[in-house]
């Protein structure tokens, strides 16, 4: 009977503060790999000791995007589970991970819900923020660019939301500090995927307030109370800055021409 082995893929720069909790959340995979970019604390140190699979990736300083495709191939398993320096690995996750790689019915890639807090309160209701991290790994590549998802050959599937402790879970506390200096970043980074996007005055007005709309209505924010409406506000505001950028990037393409 072939092995249906499971690989963990970490990406990481300067995770320090939250890696030996990842770590001690994915014991008992089949192989846990650290895909490292240049950091400059203890990281590395810490995936050693842990028994980690250690590969190293040039740091660009914006995103892991880039560095994702290479990790994902310094895997050995025939599944990969992709997992964030500052995300747990629930036993009930885990177990089922284990269990449907054995039916017969299992698709080439899940969705996995993921439970967030912000301002450092956990978030209410049932999980709305699924990510495609469970996959087979022959064939998939993960595009170079901020807020992707890999591209998988064949059929996925989502983990039903319901089901209990089935999830990720995001440590990062995620205050509006921190919040906004990824904003930074990522918008930067996301540039380079939208430039060719001809936005204008129209886009500045309706994506920050349909992203508004839907986090606050759509995806249950308003649950949250105040924090809730803090959050959808800003998730408005990433597409302002976003949309911002694109447009001075057209523009200082065309001065520059």
């Known amino acids: 009977m072939e092995k249906k082995d499971i690989s963990v893929v970490i990406n990481t720069y300067n995770a320090e503060k939250f890696l030996q909790r990842v770590l001690d959340s994915v014991r008992g995979f089949d192989e846990v790999v650290v895909c490292d970019m240049e950091s400059t604390d203890h990281t ?17 300083h914006v995103c892991a995007e880039p560095a ?9 398993g ?3 589970l992709v997992v964030d320096a500052d995300e747990l690995v629930t036993p009930e996750l885990k177990d089922y991970l284990y ?6 019915d299992c698709p080439e890639g899940l ?25 087979i790994r022959e064939g998939t590549v993960w595009p170079p660019y901020v807020h992707t998802f890999p591209q998988v050959k064949g059929r996925t599937e989502y983990i039903d939301n319901h089901l209990k402790n089935v999830v990720l879970v995001h440590l990062i506390e995620n205050y509006i500090d921190d919040r906004l200096e990824k904003y930074n970043r990522y918008t930067t980074g996301e540039v380079e995927k939208k430039k060719g996007k001809r936005y204008g005055v129209g886009a500045l007005l309706f994506r920050p307030f349909w992203r508004f709309f839907k986090s606050y209505f759509m995806d249950g924010e ?8 803090i959050d959808s506000v800003m ?18 393409e065309k001065d520059e021409r």
């Open 44 to 60: 590395v140190e810490i995936a050693r000791r842990n028994g980690c699979k250690v590969v190293t990736f040039p740091n660009n």
């Open 68 to 76: 994702r495709t290479f990790a994902i191939q310094s895997a050995q």
């Open 78 to 80: 025939k599944w990969v």
């Open 99 to 104: 269990g449907r790689i054995n039916r017969p």
């Open 111 to 135: 969705y996995i819900p993921r439970r967030n807090r912000f301002m450092n309160i956990m978030k209410k209701g049932l999980p709305k923020d699924y990510q495609l991290r469970f996959f």
């Open 222 to 229: 308003i649950r949250n109370g105040i924090t809730g409406f």
């Open 235 to 252: 998730t408005g505001f990433y597409q302002f800055i976003l949309v911002a950028k694109v447009i001075e990037h057209r523009l200082k």
